[in-house]
T-cell receptor
Framework: SAVISQKPSRDICQRGTSLTIQCQVD?????MFWYRQQPGQSLTLIAT?????????ESGFVIDKFPISRPNLTFSTLTVSNMSPEDSSIYLC?????????????FGPGTRLTVL | AQKITQTQPGMFVQEKEAVTLDCTYD???????LFWYKQPSSGEMIFLIY??????QNATEGRYSLNFQKARKSANLVISASQLGDSAMYFC?????????????FGQGTILTVHP
């Protein structure tokens, strides 16, 4: 399995501010993924982060709101910008491991964000 | 587009009994993968089991097995000998082959409660 860490594990923020979430993986991976889980909801993919290129965003998510960095093959950050209470969610990073067959998808422990 | 449907918002099972959590999916892709995750109240996503669309045998991992019926587009999770620690939210998810391996589509989840 992959060892994935996220910082911070939780935070309480004021509206209008920004928070950067870090995701660290114990070995090199090609793609990293960021998901959001709003309270009582399922997980929704925000974007795919590839090293050396711009992140690819899913419908409904934009770079200005969720800028992503991927400086190397083991690390990525997601920033939640100009936060509002609707951004209160668990944010999770995920990596694909293995031979590329897609049968290993692991998640970090998540960042629980509350926006007041 | 892919879609995952979990029709059981909540399920109850007696400790040591077996339980089946339902999952149906819809996709036009020929190659895809099906996943089950467990999410305890802590919020982390724990990978349980994977089934590839071309796998002829049903996947098993310890007490977890995946009842894969391709023609019916179902991928039910069977948990044998339930334990109190199995109480959690369970998510069914799928991805597509090719370059979209890491992009998971999730169902709405099923809350499992194990009674002593």
């Amino acid at each position: 399995s992959a060892v994935i860490s996220q910082k911070p594990s939780r935070d309480i923020c004021q509206r209008g501010t920004s928070l950067t979430i870090q995701c660290q993986v114990d070995s090199q991976v090609t793609m990293m993924f960021w998901y959001r889980q709003q309270p009582g909801q399922s997980l929704t993919l925000i974007a795919t982060a590839n090293q050396g290129s711009e992140a690819t965003y899913e419908s409904g998510f934009v770079i200005d709101k969720f800028p992503i960095s991927r400086p190397n093959l083991t690390f990525s950050t997601l920033t939640v910008s100009n936060m509002s209470p609707e951004d209160s969610s668990i944010y999770l990073c995920s990596v694909e491991r293995g031979s590329g067959s897609g049968n290993e998808q692991f998640f970090g422990p998540g960042t629980r964000l509350t926006v007041l | 587009a892919q879609k995952i449907t979990q029709t059981q918002p909540g399920m109850f099972v007696q400790e040591k009994e077996a339980v089946t959590l339902d999952c149906t999916y819809d996709t036009s892709d020929q190659s895809y993968g099906l996943f089950w995750y467990k999410q305890p109240s802590s919020g982390e996503m724990i990978f349980l089991i994977y089934q590839g669309s071309y796998d002829e045998q049903n996947a098993t991992e310890g007490r977890y097995s995946l009842n894969f019926q391709k023609a019916r587009k179902s991928a039910n999770l069977v948990i044998s000998a339930s334990q109190l620690g199995d109480s959690a939210m369970y998510f069914c998810a799928m991805n597509a082959g090719g370059t979209s391996y890491g992009k998971l589509t999730f169902g709405q989840g099923t809350i499992l409660t194990v009674h002593p």
